[in-house]
């Protein structure tokens, strides 16, 4: 079973940017495409971000244009680079494939955006 350590999270104001990183224990990228998902309070969590193992991305709409996700390989991490932060995308976000089956999920890093 893969090991996922998601990490970058933390508070920041409206407007602004973080970059989270996840580290899979092992490389799990060359067959799986590859997605962040996150879960706000009181929701159901959903997928954000995806990038396939051709290195082709697709973004929900509430984040296009402001979030990008990108992996490196040999690194066995998948980063997610998120600009113009808003109070709405405050959540929780984990990394996972980016479709059922999804290996274990990880502990996941708190996003807060707030003044």
């Known amino acids: 079973q893969v090991q996922l350590v998601e990490s970058g999270g933390g508070l920041v104001q409206p407007g602004g940017s973080l970059r989270l990183s996840c580290l899979a224990s092992?490389?799990?990228?060359?067959?799986?495409?590859m997605g962040w998902h996150r879960q706000a309070p009181g929701k159901q969590r959903e997928l954000v971000a995806s990038i396939t193992s051709g290195g082709a991305t697709t973004y929900v709409d509430s984040v296009k244009g402001r979030f990008t996700i990108s992996r490196d390989v040999v690194k066995n991490t998948v980063y997610l680079q998120m600009n113009s932060l808003r109070p709405d995308d405050t959540a929780i976000y984990y990394c996972n494939k980016a479709q059922i089956p999804y290996n274990a999920w990880g502990p996941g890093t708190q996003v807060t955006v707030s003044l």
């Open positions: 092992r490389s799990m990228f060359r067959f799986s495409a």
